[in-house]
């Protein structure tokens, strides 16, 4: 358990809706991570950060933006949900060193009606 | 442009015998790889790794073997359990820097959901 806590587990939004997911972290990991889930695709990276207000883009970006305001919080926004982002989200933080891996939070199922 | 690719969905495995589960990329500058485990409403968990610098990674049950030249790798389980029933994820990643403000993303494959019958 790397102490990773997201939440919600579950929402239903309406399309158009913002909706905000929140990854909480308690062991002071620098690199934390959002992927979503779908089908046919596995995991794919959203956005992710290495350092409070250090954010970048990964591979499916678009309709997203995060902020990491504080080392333990790394927040998802869909500023207007649209149903393409009906998915299951993880957190994730990465130990630095050398070959190292991932934890993964529980996730949170959205769907966008 | 899928880097990693798992072209088996689905495997089915009597209980007791051998299950391979296979991955390919198409990548060269991937230098190391994963596996994750991934139960129903639960987060992926990380299972067993090997660096590029390998061929081979051995925990238990659970082996990862690597083939550079051919961009492939497996992870055998023997035996096979039923409590191995999951999806799994093979993962790869490029060299980054630790510190750096490219460290540590991952590229996965489409999972691959392993069946053990008893």
């Known amino acids: 358990d790397a102490g990773i806590t997201q939440s919600p587990r579950h929402k239903v939004t309406e399309t158009g809706t913002p909706v905000t997911l929140r990854c909480h972290q308690t062991?002071?990991?620098?690199?934390m991570y959002w992927y979503r889930q779908d089908p046919g695709h596995g995991l794919r990276l959203i956005h992710y950060s290495y350092g409070v207000k250090d954010t970048d883009k990964g591979e499916v970006s678009d309709g997203y933006s995060v902020s990491r305001s504080k080392t333990e919080d790394f927040l998802l926004t869909l500023e207007s949900a649209t149903s393409s982002q009906t998915s299951v989200y993880f957190c994730?933080?990465?130990?630095?060193?050398?070959?190292?891996?991932?934890?993964f939070g529980q996730g949170t199922r959205l769907t966008v009606v | 442009d899928q880097q990693v690719k798992q072209n088996s969905p689905s495997l089915s495995v009597q209980e007791g015998r051998i299950s391979i589960l296979n991955c390919d990329y198409t990548n060269s500058m991937f230098d190391y790889f994963l596996w994750y485990k991934k139960y129903p409403a639960e987060g992926p968990t990380f299972l067993i790794s090997i660096s590029s610098i390998k061929d081979k990674n051995e925990d238990g049950r659970f082996t990862v073997f690597l083939n550079k030249s051919a961009k492939h790798l497996s992870l055998h389980i023997v035996p096979s359990q039923p409590g191995d029933s999951a999806v799994y994820f093979c993962?790869?990643?490029?060299?980054?820097?630790?510190?750096?403000?490219?460290?540590?993303?991952?590229?996965f494959g489409q999972g691959t959901i392993l069946t053990v019958h008893p």
């Open positions: 062991e002071n990991h620098r690199y």
């Open positions: 994730a933080i990465r130990t630095t060193g050398w070959d190292t891996e991932a934890f």
């Open positions: 993962a790869s990643e490029v060299p980054a820097n630790a510190g750096g403000t490219s460290y540590g993303k991952l590229t």
